[in-house]
């Protein structure tokens, strides 16, 4: 079992900046891959990033490449998701989430391939 936990999470002006925590307790040698997921108000859940927990293979949606770097710290046991030029298009709960399988890069996009999630923290960005 694994158990994530986002902080983070706030409110910011347009073109500012946050940076999101996921730590991750128990198991945490069984995790793969860590992807960072968002759904914005009356919308549906998408991908944003991900990283593999081994290395810093890394995979960004193409809405928030150039903007956003995902990296880790194994030693905390956690994966954190920088935002940077944050625009309004950003309000979302953003929740983190852990895959134990070794699925391929071009499937890490695919929430349901995740065994774990996170509670969410919510991000507001006004204009």
């Known amino acids: 079992q694994v158990t994530l936990v986002e902080s983070g999470g706030g409110s910011v002006q347009a073109g500012g900046l946050l940076t999101l925590s996921c730590a991750a307790t128990?198991?945490?040698?069984?995790?793969?891959?860590v992807g960072w997921f968002r759904q914005p108000p009356g919308k549906e859940r998408e991908f944003v990033a991900a990283?593999?927990?081994?290395?810093?293979?890394?995979y960004y949606a193409d809405s928030v490449k150039d903007r956003f770097t995902i990296s880790r710290d194994n030693a905390k046991h956690t994966v954190y998701l920088q935002m940077n030029s944050l625009t309004p298009e950003d309000t979302a709960v953003y929740y983190c989430?852990?895959?134990?399988?070794?699925?391929?890069?071009?499937?890490?996009?695919?929430?349901?391939?995740?065994?774990?999630w996170g509670q969410g923290t919510q991000v507001t960005v006004s204009s």
């Open positions: 128990g198991r945490t040698f069984q995790i793969y891959t």
């Open positions: 990283i593999k927990w081994s290395d810093n293979t890394a």
């Open positions: 989430a852990a895959d134990q399988n070794p699925v391929p890069l071009n499937r890490w996009i695919r929430g349901r391939e995740y065994d774990y």
